[in-house]
């Protein structure tokens, strides 16, 4: 997770996030709130056992969103990793060679990378584990296309790291208009016997079915949630292995959104673990499942 230094409201990914709003504050009040929440929400996660890695933002580098590290790398238990391209260039600079030296010094091996980062020239994006949803244990990437998440880009992706592509369009409403959802991973999230999911999203009656099926024939308990929970960014969910339990990790909105019979059916798995995290929802447009950037690499 990375702790952010200059944590506000990022003009350019505000172009096809619509869930980003803007707040009556200077940027430094932002910044600092944002701190508080960040470290409340490491702090819960490390009561019940997880173990995180935090890494401070550099100030230097003027990024904004750098709270959210998973859309720019993603970790596999073969040790190696994934570079990927970014819509907004500020983004761009998130991507910093002394993580991946941290991790090393925490013990983590890494063999290879595959760098999708050049495609930015050709603006081409896949924003990493926000675009890409992956089943590791059925090894299926699941996909909703937006200006975030390139199909052949996702093609070469699945290739590279035997992935089976599952590929549909999921949108919102914004001025009486549908519009595709910049991230997969705000209208679903993928855990070991379930999938919270908005599929109200997947206006495509067939692409919602072959979504539906590759669900079932896994296995997982489909927990359906409204696209107004979706606002509240109940899609944005993460299953984290504490100590002695699993946790579904979500944000207050999240966790306050549901409703007796949703948090029923994920309570049969495993526990919720919410932390409040206004202001980034607010200003970011990304929530829990956004900051934390698992780390799936074996050890030395």
């Known amino acids: 997770m990375i702790r952010p230094v200059a944590f506000r ?7 096809n996030n619509f869930f980003q709003e803007d707040i009556a504050l200077k940027n430094a009040e932002i910044n600092a709130q ?23 933002d550099d100030l ?7 709270i959210f590290p998973n859309n720019w790398i993603s970790f596999h238990e073969n040790g190696d990793i994934g570079l990927y391209p970014m819509f907004a260039e500020n983004r761009r600079r998130e991507r910093r060679e002394d993580v991946l ?25 896949l924003e990493g584990t926000g675009s890409l949803l992956l089943d590791r244990v059925n090894h299926k990437a699941y996909c909703a296309l937006s200006a975030r998440a390139d199909e052949d880009l996702l093609i070469e992706f699945c290739e590279d790291f035997e992935y089976l592509p599952v590929i549909f369009t999921a949108n919102q409403t914004v ?22 999911i908005c599929l109200d999203s997947i206006d495509n009656a067939a692409e919602k079915k072959n979504v539906v099926q590759h669900l079932k024939k896994d296995g997982k308990e489909i927990i359906k949630i409204t696209e107004a929970q979706m606002h509240h960014f109940a899609g944005n969910m993460l299953q984290l292995q504490g100590k002695d339990r699993k946790y579904l ?11 007796k019979e949703q948090i029923a059916a994920i309570e049969k798995h495993c526990e919720i673990l919410s932390s409040d995290l206004t202001t980034i929802e607010t200003c970011g447009g990304g929530s829990a499942r956004c900051m934390m950037a698992e780390v799936f690499l074996p050890k030395e």
């Open 9 to 15: 409201m990022n003009e350019q990914t505000a172009v």
């Open 34 to 56: 944002a701190q508080a929440e960040f470290d409340d929400f490491v702090q819960k996660l490390r009561n019940v056992g997880v173990n995180v890695i935090v890494e401070n």
């Open 60 to 66: 230097r580098m003027d990024t904004p969103d750098s």
């Open 101 to 125: 030296i941290r991790l090393e010094s925490e013990g983590f091996v890494i063999n290879n990378v595959y760098d999708y980062t050049p495609a930015e020239d050709e603006g081409v994006f």
């Open 175 to 196: 001025g009486g208009k549908r519009v595709p959802i910049y991230h997969t991973n705000v209208m679903m999230c993928l855990a070991e016997k379930f999938c919270v």
């Open 249 to 259: 990790v979500m944000s207050t909105a999240a966790h306050t959104s549901l409703n």
